[in-house]
Every structure is written in structure tokens, then in C-alpha cells.
């Protein structure tokens, strides 16, 4: 009688440990302060597979399959990271954050931050343009960022200027 007693608590106990590591598909929703949809954001589960994670669609919506009683972390470039509680139909409102937005550098081939950065970086800032009075746009980069050249291409005034990054142009 022992024997069978000991077998039901032990059959009882691995199905309770087996009903908490179960995952759990968790929905949501994420967007900015003004309430609109935060499109991309990574939704993954802290301290958990980090093979596993979800990213917002073009409504700010997520679903995610998680651990029972888990905790999210919510990620946007531009925005303070939010971790929360996993729960069913969450409204999680991400706020900006200023400082993260100057780690950010916009290349020609995508966004990246700039501890990521593999090719030379220049900025020119609107203090730099202040003084210049130029007649188009491309004439106020002359001699402002390392590698851009800026030529005229017939010498007419409003012509088109000719621009080359790295000797690369058009």
C-alpha cells in the first residue's frame, strides 16, 4: 500500500512540474505614448530561449509563447526597454528615450547603432549649416564631412551639383 501512495505522489508532482514548463502563447499590443503602433518592436522572454521571440506586425501586435508566470522584455530603438509580467491582451506603452536615439546612425542600407558601426561615420549637424547661405543642398556639404566631394557639373547657377562619398558617385 506504501509503494502505491509513493507512486501517486510521484506521478502527481511530475505532472504539476510538467504543467509549469509549458509554454503559453501570450498576444499583445505595443505602441508609443501618442498611441500609435510601435511597428517591429522584439518582444522575448528575460531569462529565458532567447531563440524564441516575437516582433510587432504593422498594428503593433505580438504573439509570443512564453513560460507560465514570465516576464517580457519590450525593445524599440529610440525607446526604454519595458519589461512586464506576461498576461493575456497586454497593452504595453513603450516611452521614448532621447538618449538612445543619438546611438543611432542612419546608413545607406539600414539603421544600425553606432557601437555597431564598421565604416566611417561623419555629422554634420544644422549648426554646421547655420552660416552657409547656399543656393541647393548638396553645396552646403562642401567641405563639412571627410570623403564627400561636392562639384559643380556645368558651372550654371542652380545647376545640379555632382556628390561622391569615397570617390563613389552616381
Not at 500500500?1 to 508532482?13: C, H, S, Y
Not at 493575456?88 to 538618449?99: K, T
Not at 542612419?106 to 553606432?114: A, L, N, R, T
Amino acid at each position: 500500500m506504501n509503494r502505491k501512495r509513493f507512486f501517486i505522489v510521484l506521478l502527481t508532482a511530475l505532472m504539476s512540474i510538467t504543467a509549469f514548463a509549458q509554454k503559453i502563447s501570450y498576444k499583445g499590443t505595443v505602441t508609443d505614448q501618442n498611441g500609435d503602433p510601435v511597428i517591429g518592436a522584439t518582444v522575448t522572454q528575460k531569462g529565458g530561449d532567447r531563440s524564441s521571440g516575437a516582433i510587432t506586425d504593422l498594428d503593433g501586435q505580438f504573439t509570443i509563447e512564453a513560460d507560465a508566470g514570465s516576464t517580457l522584455s519590450v525593445s524599440y530603438i529610440g525607446f526604454t526597454t519595458q519589461d512586464v509580467r506576461a498576461a493575456q491582451d497586454m497593452r504595453i506603452v513603450l516611452q521614448e528615450s532621447a538618449q538612445s536615439l543619438s546611438d543611432v546612425v542612419v546608413i545607406g542600407y539600414g539603421v544600425q547603432k553606432k557601437s555597431v558601426g564598421t565604416a566611417a561615420i561623419a555629422k554634420v549637424s544644422a549648426e554646421d549649416l547655420a552660416n552657409k547661405t547656399p543656393v541647393r543642398i548638396e553645396n552646403a556639404l562642401k567641405g563639412l564631412a571627410a570623403g564627400v566631394t561636392v562639384t559643380s557639373s556645368s558651372g550654371q547657377p542652380g545647376d545640379a551639383a555632382r556628390v561622391q562619398v569615397r570617390g563613389i558617385g552616381p
